[in-house]
């Protein structure tokens, strides 16, 4: 009855916790948030992949039988170089996205938008290639999104207008699928669907990733089927600013969030 | 011939370091910015207390002769407690924006602007209250300006809106002065002045904290009248990503940015 480890910079990765909650509700969960050196979109490769590497160990004292990567960030910046360091199953974000897409897209246009450094780092666009070389991808950064939706300007005026800015490109673009590429993103998905119209596909990464781990965690036998779970949070600084907001990502309160060192 | 020593967690004490620069020509300056650990805002109080520390210890190896926490957070929360743990005498933002507030007041009634962390602090409340008690102090948070300035959108419809919704209580309490009691938001006085109109005297911390630097070392000697000074940047992590928004902040672009551990 080992737990799934979770693990994301900050409290974004919640939006994939909730998914691992409503596909998976008997396993136990264990959460990390790196608040104390939030945000990783703007630092270096190799300061990524260490924090990357200790948050991992942090989640193998917790005895987790399978790590997912609830940050982008780390998903297309440091899983490439740590993946095959560790025994432990890992799985990010960015696969599942990219795969669904593929799957989704018939005009072979897809959009791709997320952080500057998820972005620039072309993980999208890497993995698409790979899966098929004739979609086109589109993949833009739209770094205010986590902002407003920190700030909960999550509807109304400005962040429409901030949401029409950043994804014209997209639309003029005729992209007919957008993976929202960054684990704050779903919570401006009514936002977003209002800017780029009713026929674009929104790929939501948290809940193909959510389906990804019921899938790895299947093959290694059955899934629990009834039981008392427990989720538990861990944060590296500010309990308080993270249970603030937990609940807006969680879809539910949480409480006990624990620091450690 | 000793250099001052300026800290940030980031890219915004360089509005600080600007006015140093103006009205202190002929100093060296070592600036350093925490970027690996940035935003220190929404950290608890005893992180940003380690931090501080840590910053100002790298100062001193470096042989500086008066350190400016160019910093909010870190003159709010950190500097009361840590100020006199050290021989270098340290200058903090907050009391000299507060007392040119105070000074700058007809109607007694004075606003703050500045990040969460700042204003939950009720620093320059605390500050206004012990220099005028019958000084009425409106203080709020405007998180949203701090990304605004990073990503450049420091003009136009989406920040004017913003800035509207976040100043309309100012407006209505009727402050004659304000303080933009963070680094960050010189750049946007424009937009701010636009807000409020004319008759508010906005009040910019760097350069009363520039004005206080040079009292307490013209109080030690002689300053220097003529040659040539040197400018070093040191940061944390990611040198390219705090070159590339430093000219915003500085005025001019910024060169050789060492990073250190």
Chains 1, 2 share one sequence.
Not at 120 to 143: F, G, H, T, W
Not at 202 to 219: G, P, W
Not at 223 to 229: A, D, F, I, T, V
Request: hydrophobic share 40%.
């Amino acid at each position: 009855m080992r737990p799934i480890g979770v693990f994301d910079s900050g409290v974004g990765g919640l939006t994939v916790a909730k998914e691992l909650i409503r596909q998976l509700p008997y396993e136990d969960i264990v959460y990390f948030g790196d608040i104390a050196r939030v945000p990783y979109g703007i630092k270096s490769k190799e300061t990524v992949i260490r924090f990357s590497i200790e948050n991992i160990l942090f989640l193998l004292k917790a005895q987790v039988k399978l790590i997912c990567v609830a940050c982008n960030t780390v998903s297309s910046v440091a899983l490439p170089v740590i993946k095959n360091h560790f025994k432990v199953p890992i799985v990010g974000v960015i696969n599942p996205g990219a795969r669904e897409a593929v799957y989704a897209t018939q005009n072979k246009r897809v959009g791709v938008i997320g952080t500057r450094g998820t972005i620039a780092s072309r993980a999208y666009e890497n993995e698409i290639k790979q899966l098929d070389p004739q979609v086109k991808v589109m993949a833009l950064s739209c770094p205010l999104f986590v902002p407003f939706v920190e700030e909960g300007w999550v509807e109304g005026e400005v962040v429409l207008r901030v949401a029409r800015e950043y994804l014209k490109p997209l639309k003029d673009s005729r992209v007919d699928t957008v993976i929202l590429g960054c684990t704050h993103y779903p919570i401006l998905k009514p936002v977003i669907r209002q800017v780029l119209g009713e026929n674009v596909t929104l790929i939501d990464s948290a809940k193909q990733v959510a389906m990804e781990v019921k899938k790895i965690l299947a093959q290694e036998g059955p899934l629990n089927k009834s039981r008392h779970s427990k989720h538990e949070f861990y944060v590296s600084d500010n309990p308080e600013w993270f249970s603030s907001l937990a609940q807006r990502f969680l879809g539910q309160p949480v409480r006990n969030v624990k620091k450690v060192k």
